[in-house]
């Protein structure tokens, strides 16, 4: 149980006791002493959180809080000041529950993280604690398995997928003297490699490390409710000491400062932001904080990933051109029909872009397909290549913009197919959306290459795009980025986004694929597979400010007009506190307007 509910339930065992105690058993005395020892060990409390407040350059709502328990309970209005007690403890613990603390950011990261390593020592294999791995160290990897450390491929090829480190989706082919990360996920052959660094200095330990560095040095924020904190306790501060100099009857002070006291300040917003939070859950968004509401709210930037962000993750053929008087529709037959045996994520691709024209697929014969090379086969007849362009041929081939799967008949170039991840249909309007929100500043960061980030920033309307970027340069450029340009927001997807995520003030996280480690360290996770819901974010963020602003407003109104006729000793202590409720219960009303999709 965490320390404000601790607190809360104090308050009420306390006032339970006390009641007990004085209209059972008729000891008043016994019932002021509690509640006061009570009280004073609270504002005691609050007063050393407020200090460390005040150190940190803000200005909250903690002292008028204190102030109107210790004049009620120094006056002798013990009853009012637990109601005060009672208010200010209820709204820290919706505040806690708003701020969904309790997060586990790095579980899923680290449950990934690899631990063992297949040492090769001798011609025996012996599985060893990764951390036991040293620079030179002899290392399998074997099919399907994660790269433990960095290190240089010294025998063996294959095919790895290093989208959960650089964002792109294309496998990537290894062979002798290719460098591999760690994390990185091994295809279909093993391979050996010579490590070149110790598992702590490692790509993956890399990542883990900055999530760590990024969850440790939080975005300074000054939460909405203590923005009003500085006038109004100077207003509650200067006609208490106007009614008690003009009265000479210091209870003039409790009074006024019970119906002053900030419980509508306190719960108000929280309640609007929780309610702002449920809205969101409706809409497939689901927001783990209300600060993280209010940073979306008047954010300044935005950054995208692009590879399964502002893309869909998945290839598509981008444009198919034959050459050396091949007909295209003999070309894309054949290749398909050699394609559809391959389990190569280009593969797809092209036999769906075959069917999309209508082109038949043929009976093939001896297959093989070679690793990080590509397949050959009969059509017809026919050998048939498809794969990299030194595989396929030994002609000039053409160069296009995406990457590049090349075709050979008889072993004659016969055409390229150029494949390039598919763009959301939904990225150009959501880009839109967010210039419309006010958000001025919105970049791609892409471990994809220049030629192929810039292509689609450009299509979807961003003017600002960072290509080649590994994780820690993804931190380095929202690390950097100057102060007019936060509250920052960063959407990604993958691993390799989720030290950017954790260091932004919104990470927002595409989680509908289930990239646990990218969801875990973010402040938002869309749960569905639409970049739309970001700018939805955005609207509900500024939807339901509105309504946190406008309900603490009333609230500070409605305290102001009881603070002045309590001011002339028309208002009693236990009377005002109650009337507290009411202003209370007209602030909470109105802050769960947020729910509404009708603003």
Known sequence: MNSDKIKLYGTLAIGFIAAVLEFIFHLPNYAQLIISILGLLLALIMFID??????????????????????????????????????????????????????????SLLDNTPSKAHLLKDGNVTDV??????????????????????????????????????????????????HVMSGSINGENPFQIKAEKIAADSEYQAIVKLVKESETHPAKFVRLADRYAVPFTLIAY???????????????IAQVLVVASPCPLILAA????????????????????????????????????????????????????TTNHFDEKTVMSYAASIEQNSSHVMAEAIVDYARSNNV????????????????????????????????????????????????????????????LDQIRPESKSTIAKLKDFGIKNILMISGDKKEATEM????????????????????????????????????????????????????????YKGANAASESADAVILQDDLSKVSTAVKIAHDTMKVAREAVLIGIFICIALMLVAAFGLIPTIIGAMLQEVVDTVAILYALRARSDRL
């Open 129 to 178: 604690d990764i951390d036991d791995v040293k620079v030179g160290d002899k290392i399998l990897v074997r099919p399907k398995e994660q790269v433990p450390v960095d290190g240089l491929v010294i025998d063996g090829q294959s095919e790895i997928d290093e989208s959960s480190l650089t964002g792109e989706s294309v496998p990537v082919n290894v062979s002798e003297g290719s």
């Open 270 to 321: 929280p309640i609007a932001f929780v309610s702002g939070m449920s809205r969101t859950s409706r809409n497939g968004i689901i927001i783990k904080s209300g600060t993280a509401l209010e940073k979306l709210n008047s954010a300044k930037t935005v950054a995208f990933d692009k590879t399964g962000t502002i893309t869909k993750g998945k290839l598509v053929v981008d444009e198919f051109r």
């Open 238 to 252: 200067i006609i208490a000491g106007v009614a008690w100099y003009v009265s000479k009857d210091p209870v003039r």
């Open 360 to 419: 038949a697929l043929k009976k093939t014969d001896d297959l093989k397909e070679i690793t990080a090379e590509g397949i050959v086969g009969k059509v017809e007849g026919h050998v048939v290549k498809v794969g990299q362009a030194s595989f396929a041929t030994k002609e000039a081939v053409d160069e296009v913009k995406g990457s590049g799967v090349y075709v050979s008949i008889d072993g004659q170039y016969a055409g390229v197919y150029s494949l």
């Open 50 to 107: 407020m200090i460390k407040v005040l150190k940190s350059g803000n200005f909250g709502i903690d002292l008028l809080a204190i102030t109107a328990i210790v004049a009620t309970i120094v006056l002798g209005q013990y009853w009012a000041g637990w109601i005060v007690l009672l208010m200010l403890t209820g709204g820290d613990t919706l505040e806690e529950y708003a701020a969904n603390k309790a997060k586990s950011e790095l579980k």
């Open 456 to 511: 689609v920033a450009s299509e979807v309307g961003i003017t600002k795009s960072y290509p080649t970027s590994l994780p820690a340069d993804k931190v380095k450029i929202i690390d950097g980025l100057d102060k007019e340009y936060h509250p920052t927001v960063m959407v990604g997807d993958g691993v390799n986004d989720a030290p950017a995520l954790a260091l932004a003030d919104v990470g927002i996280a595409m989680g």
